[in-house]
T-cell receptor
Framework: EAGVAQSPRYKIIEKRQSVAFWCNPISGHATLYWYQQILGQGPKLLIQFQNNGVVDDSQLPKDRFSAERLKGVDSTLKIQPAKLEDSAVYLC????????????FGPGTRLLVL | QKEVEQNSGPLSVPEGAIASLNCTYSDRGSQSFFWYRQYSGKSPELIMFIYSNGDKEDGRFTAQLNKASQYVSLLIRDSQPSDSATYLCAVPDTGGFKTIFGAGTRLFVKA
């Protein structure tokens, strides 16, 4: 079974630039998550999709971050404009059903904002 | 704001010893609890989940849950250098949809 795919793996940008990350979940998984993990901290949920719909985006900085999940499958997360404090690893995860089930994580995208 | 608290460590144990990792949570209604392992530079992977009070064993790993004390722990028996990683405690939020992760405990197993 193929795992969660993410791209790019690494990205370096300057502040105020924009960046986009892509995620393809495990086939058949209804729930997709985007997490931000700052060095030394646990993952923080940015947005959670159940199929096409958003079920939680309470911690997403909506003035600069946006996300969509096309046709209930893959997803993109965008930051525009980026700030220095956005430097982090962005993890995509998926689960078959709800968040009360095992989440499978992708390899992550390491973002450095200069 | 619901919280999941872990001692950040590092916790250092000699090879062959028992490593004990602890987690407390604030949501009294929580029903399920997950332990993820994260190697340096890698993404988290599930190693244990527990729903019921008491102990759950899987190989060298034992999860212990005490809902009255809002406390969940992970014991690693016969610790190996390959167990050196950060261990994340994760608790689904009963009032919403998200899973709340602790900051993780770094474990070092010395050969």
């Amino acid at each position: 079974e193929a795992g969660v795919a993410q791209s790019p793996r690494y990205k370096i940008i300057e502040k105020r630039q924009s960046v986009a990350f892509w995620c393809n979940p495990i086939s058949g998984h209804a729930t997709l998550y985007w997490y931000q993990q700052i060095l030394g901290q646990g993952p923080k949920l940015l947005i959670q999709f159940q199929n096409n719909g958003v079920v939680d985006d309470s911690q997403l900085p909506k003035d600069r971050f946006s996300a969509e999940r096309l046709k209930g499958v893959d997803s993109t997360l965008k930051i525009q404009p980026a700030k220095l404090e956005d430097s982090a690893v962005y993890l995509c995860a998926s689960s078959f059903g709800t968040e009360r089930e095992t989440q499978y994580f992708g390899p992550g995208t390491r973002l450095l904002v200069l | 704001q619901k919280e999941v608290e872990q001692n950040s460590g590092p916790l250092s144990v000699p090879e062959g010893a028992i490593a004990s990792l602890n987690c407390t949570y604030s949501d009294r209604g929580s029903q399920s609890f997950f332990w993820y392992r994260q190697y340096s530079g890698k993404s988290p992977e599930l190693i244990m989940f527990i729903y019921s009070n008491g102990d759950k064993e899987d190989g060298r790993f034992t999860a212990q849950l005490n809902k009255a004390s809002q406390y969940v722990s992970l014991l690693i028996r016969d610790s190996q250098p390959s167990d050196s990683a950060t261990y994340l405690c994760a608790v689904p939020d009963t009032g919403g949809f998200k899973t709340i992760f602790g900051a993780g405990t770094r474990l070092f197993v010395k050969a």
